[in-house]
């Protein structure tokens, strides 16, 4: 994993074209990998491959790291997650960044297991304005250079994870960088940047300036207010399914695109096409109330599900 400190993505309404250009790729990524596994089934229909021998169990070892960093309003906050787990993002009033981490190993004996609980962790790094949590372990070549150099390799490829579960002040910007696993961010009203490899992401946001892409899984977004604050919000995702609950008094524009199969849902009663804008099954232009900030939403494959907020869900 490439670490590096930089600024945020640009603001929803000039969105880089470097984030257009990840988009495709995962979208023919997700295409090439459809057809492998297509031509793996094939191949399996006519072949009849000895059994592999049963591998012994693997032991577990699990457990849980706190860091408390007090790192204020108007900075960035840049993670860098796990290659396998969980991202729990949850804004509260205090100052402080809290992180709780839980680590799960896996090795065959106890040695492996401590020789694995000594790289697979994570560092908080801060920079001035820039607060950093990287995600150290066997997943980071450049990493395992500097630090293990004798590393046995057979334990490069164990599985582990680390599950984070973190609160931030409010208004703090985040970058996130996620593999597989779930998402949660809720409550945060700064600049979000995230990319993901396959997630079941939900995200309870009433502002900020968003720009989202998930390779695959599924998104559900709920805006608990009448009004987003901020620029608006760019979501992604390659293939799988995006649910977005609205207000019943929602005042906004959203914009939903299915770029290849799949279709666009919309059963908000107060969400409509905008006036002199061509919709289809595939595209919606649409307007709630006196309109406002632009919620962009945008997949490859799958669906688009625009609905009405029930506020007990």
Known sequence: MHHNSKSLAAPVSSAPRASAFLFAILLSFISCAGAHAQSQRNRGATASPSPAPTPAPLLTRSSTRHEVRRFGYGGTFTIYGAPEGSITVEAWARGDVDVTADIELKGGTEEELAALAA?????????????????????????????????????????????????????????????????????????LSLNAGESKATFTLGGGDIVSTIASGSIRLRVPVGSWRGRGASIRLGRGDLTVELPANFNGDVDATVLRTGRVENTHPALAPRPGVASTARQLRARAGSGGATLAFEIGDGTVRLTQLVSDK
């Open 119 to 191: 790289v697979n962790n994570f560092v908080l790094d801060e920079d001035g304005s820039h607060l950093t949590l990287f995600t150290t372990g066997t997943h980071d070549r450049k990493f395992m250079k500097r630090a293990a150099k004798d590393f046995p390799k057979k334990l490069l490829t164990l599985p582990w994870k680390i599950n984070y579960r973190i609160r931030v002040p409010a208004q703090l910007d985040l970058e996130i960088y996620a593999g597989r696993g779930a998402l949660e961010i809720t409550g945060t009203d700064g600049a």
